[in-house]
């Protein structure tokens, strides 16, 4: 699915979901769960293309294998992060959601730091 096939869908769901929440939520939380699943499942798909696109680059530049996953580590956890904290501000709890993003931003400034390090080295010639 495109992203035009998906905010479609959303919109869609938005409106279901306005009318159908006042008669019966369950109804609306099971609709909601399934257009999540579409989606996740969308975005599954998405990533074939990436992982085969990071598999040549490993292949063909010497460091990229140093540092791809490094990338892939900080992309994720900037992911799971980022979803946790809406799904605490969603549920009335900004201030865990705020901490949830302040940790996830210090996690991968933890990772990056060997690189940046390495960075310097190169650009000072040490």
């Known amino acids: ?8 869908c959303c919109a869609i769901f938005v409106i279901f979901s306005i009318c159908i929440y006042r008669k019966n939520s369950n109804v609306s939380f099971g609709v909601g769960l ?7 499942i969308s975005g599954f ?3 074939i293309p990436i992982t085969k696109y990071i598999g040549e680059l490993s ?4 460091y990229a294998g140093k540092y791809v996953p ?9 992911g799971i992060c980022s979803a946790m904290s809406e799904i605490c501000r ?13 940790f996830g931003k210090g996690e ?3 990772l990056a730091l060997p ?5 310097f080295e190169l650009a000072l010639g040490s």
């Open 1 to 8: 699915m495109n992203v035009w096939q998906i905010c479609g």
């Open 34 to 40: 399934a257009l999540c699943l579409l989606i996740l």
């Open 45 to 47: 798909q998405n990533l």
């Open 59 to 62: 292949g063909k530049y010497e």
């Open 70 to 78: 490094l990338m892939l580590k900080c992309l994720g956890i900037g």
């Open 90 to 102: 969603e549920n009335g709890e900004g201030t865990v959601g705020a901490a949830i993003e302040f």
């Open 108 to 110: 991968i400034l933890v």
């Open 115 to 119: 690189s940046i390090k390495e960075l």
